[in-house]
């Protein structure tokens, strides 16, 4: 069986860490099993620990460990792509929850899948390699752009 690599190999022209400008930094990627080529200039961001992306209303927007939103404008092209934040405070979620971006009638919204820790100290669960984590439930905010704020979804509707 052959493995089927996303991403094949990568390079970059220059370290983004010495560049006074990011834009002369290029990342080049060879991907898929078929051998596609693609590059990119890496954005500044104002944060890190980023954990999820999304492309909605023709713009990168991404959210960060703690549940900061950034928004990427790459302009008409590669030459000056930028990020500057969007909303910092999420409501109530811990820093470890996952969370995901997602675009649902025109709104982005934020998914966060709320864990608890399982109990794993009997020596019977250990041998039957029971799960360590189990989802008990998924919370939904709406971004307000606006207030800059998250608000928080009861119900999806229809969808």
């Avoid at 089927?4 to 390079?11: D, E, S």
């Avoid at 404008?73 to 930028?82: A, F, T």
């Avoid at 820093?95 to 794993?120: F, N, T």
Wanted: charged share 25%; hydrophobic share 40%; proline share 5%.
């Amino acid at each position: 069986m052959r493995p089927n690599f996303l991403v094949k190999k990568a390079i970059i022209s220059s370290s983004p860490s010495l560049s006074t400008e990011t834009s002369s930094c290029i990342v080049m990627v060879i991907y898929h099993f078929t051998k596609r080529l693609a590059f990119a200039r890496p954005v500044k961001t104002p944060v890190s620990l980023i954990v999820d992306i999304i492309f909605f209303r023709n713009q990168f927007y991404a959210i960060n460990f703690h549940g900061t939103v950034i928004v990427c404008d790459i302009g008409d092209g590669l030459d000056s792509p930028k990020a500057s934040e969007v909303v910092r405070n999420f409501p109530r979620i811990s820093r470890k929850e996952p969370k995901y971006l997602v675009e649902c009638s025109g709104e982005l919204l934020a998914v966060v899948k709320c864990v608890l820790k399982l109990i794993g100290n009997d020596e019977e669960e250990k041998e039957i390699n029971l799960p360590a984590y189990k989802t008990e439930k998924f919370e939904v905010y709406r971004l307000d752009f606006a207030n800059k704020k998250w608000e928080e979804v009861n119900s999806l509707g229809d969808y």
